[in-house]
T-cell receptor, first 112, second 115 residues
Framework: ETGVTQSPTHLIKTRGQQVTLRCSSQ?????VSWYQQALGQGPQFIFQ???????GRGNFPPRFSGLQFPNYSSELNVNALELDDSALYLC???????????FGPGTRLTVT | AQTVTQSQPEMSVQEAETVTLSCTYD???????LFWYKQPPSRQMILVIR??????QNATENRFSVNFQKAAKSFSLKISDSQLGDTAMYFC????????????FGAGTILRVKS
């Protein structure tokens, strides 16, 4: 157990809809990163939040956005869903005196 | 940009034997961090072992050890006394430095441990 939780576990949405995924980080971790993992591939970095501000972004369009809250929770929002957005979405928390990132169990998003 | 390459899509090993998973990476950085993560069918990404590039000594965690060759940009994972519970997808990952804000992952190697 990493102490990082994500909700929901599974989600099915229709193309064009919007979705919000949630992550609860370990207490004391001031960074949260989001990754997209397509089936059979390695995770791809979406963005990181540090102390509630975006701190680096991968090659993802602006319809992927996020929020980080003072209570160590965070959200990933995806607008105008596309079929290719179907993937496992992982959040990872870190920070403090450690460079390590600890992953949650992921949310499986299916876009139909 | 950094890249991570895992050239073995699938590997299998008999229980109690030793297996080595390969990873190479490309970077112009001198100080960085390397990781091996395990992802079983439950999907939870679990940190197996980590290596700081400034350390010459190879990292070891119980049955898991690495062979870090900085000049060759190679970072292989050796699993000794393989157990059925080691069956999983293994990812090699790179982080630029301790302030780096992202992990760059390889495509993964599926490891199957057979009884």
């Amino acid at each position: 157990e990493t102490g990082v939780t994500q909700s929901p576990t599974h989600l099915i949405k229709t193309r064009g809809q919007q979705v919000t995924l949630r992550c609860s980080s370990q207490s004391g971790h001031n960074t949260v990163s989001w990754y997209q993992q397509a089936l059979g591939q390695g995770p791809q970095f979406i963005f990181q939040y540090y102390r509630e501000e975006e701190n680096g972004r991968g090659n993802f369009p602006p319809r992927f956005s996020g929020l980080q809250f003072p209570n160590y929770s965070s959200e990933l929002n995806v607008n105008a869903l596309e079929l290719d957005d179907s993937a496992l979405y992982l959040c990872a928390s870190g920070g403090g005196n450690s460079y390590e990132q600890y992953f949650g169990p992921g949310t499986r998003l299916t876009v139909t | 940009a950094q890249t991570v390459t895992q050239s073995q899509p699938e590997m299998s090993v008999q229980e109690a034997e030793t297996v080595t998973l390969s990873c190479t990476y490309d970077t112009s950085e001198n100080n960085y961090y390397l990781f091996w993560y395990k992802q079983p069918p439950s999907r939870q990404m679990i940190l197996v072992i980590r290596q700081e590039a400034y350390k010459q000594q190879n990292a070891t965690e119980n049955r898991f050890s690495v062979n870090f060759q900085k000049a060759a940009k190679s970072f292989s994972l050796k699993i000794s006394d393989s157990q059925l519970g080691d069956t999983a997808m293994y990812f090699c990952a790179f982080m630029r430095d301790q302030y780096g804000n992202k992990l760059v992952f390889g495509a993964g190697t599926i490891l199957r441990v057979k009884s």
